[in-house]
């Protein structure tokens, strides 16, 4: 990721004046050789610790499999970042859309150039690759603001330009969307249960926001930008610190983790299949098995001794067709329901147990 938010600039900028000599005051040489000394121990001790195999999973399963197809089952056409860009940049990507303009105006320029070639060259690259997570795109963000600073400041973020009051309803759209959204959520999946705890600063950032868009349409962007920023400083801490703590449909690996309790036997050792996130990693055990499919999953349960295993609900039939005619599996310890919001899908899934 370094390499590809720093070289790909330098190459787009050297290419721009005809020459690299620009680069030569930074002492490139000597800071990659800093680096190397830095971080020469670490990649030393993994390969003694791995035996090579840490490099064949980073970037031969891990790394290349992102690029050669949809890794994690998170595919996304071309476009889907830009598509996202208007949630995921919020409250600032309204304004940062009016900014496009000026930077193609002034693309020659120094400024406008250096800003284009580290947000564009790598957002290409970002929406061709298959695989697509929201954060990829995340160490561009500080050079979007950079340039919605800058034609903020010039008179570019105006009510005036044709369709700029429609765009900047994305200011109030997602703070209202995602306080129904939860109310939704809560009412269907987790048994008419609302986040009323989290409803005031909710309806505290949707004030704000529905106030930015009212100072953008009178022509006052920055007291419109101000009062987006706080609206985001509402809806953060409304979303994650209230509402997702008063919804037991997003707690699916804390649930899970809790089955630990449930055992007749202390420290279980505990497997996966199908649902493999990191948060039930640190809620677990770090040696938590990874389960390639059903027949391995059978086999870990009859591994002996105290053992606990998750099975989420599309793996379910491959888990249970694993059991011989006559032997089914173990009844179940439980079920856990919710939803996934590293994915975005329902969430099923069973815990079987086996004692001593």
Known sequence: ???????????????????????????????????????APWFVAITLKSGGAFYAEAVGKDMLGK???????????????????????WPGAAFAAMSVPLAWRERRTDAMAFLIATILPAWLIFEAVPTKLPHYVLPLMPWIAVLTVIALTRGEVTPRRRGARAVALLVPAIPLGLTLGLCVTGWKLDNHTIPWISLPVLAAACLAAGASW????????????????LASGLLGPGVLGLAQRQLPTFKVSPRLAAFQNTMPCRDPLVGTLGYREPSLVF????????????DAAKAFLQGGGCRLLFVEGRER????????????????????????LNNGRRVYATAYAAAP
């Open 67 to 89: 690029v050669g197809g949809a890794a994690e089952r998170h595919w996304g056409p071309p476009g889907a970042y830009a598509l996202a860009f208007f949630a995921t940049f």
């Open 283 to 294: 809620l677990t055990r770090t040696d938590l098995v990874m389960l390639p499919d059903g």
């Open 214 to 229: 009212l100072a953008f349409a009178r022509d006052l962007p920055e007291r419109a930008v101000a009062l987006a920023i």
């Open 1 to 39: 990721m370094v390499p590809l938010f720093v070289v790909l600039p330098a190459l787009f900028l050297s290419w721009k004046a005809r020459s690299a000599s620009w680069l030569r005051p930074l002492r490139p040489l000597a800071g990659l050789a800093l680096t190397a000394v830095i971080v």
């Open 317 to 340: 039939d491959a888990f249970n067709f694993a059991w011989p005619v006559g032997r089914p599996a173990p009844p179940p310890l439980g079920v856990v329901e919710g939803f996934n």
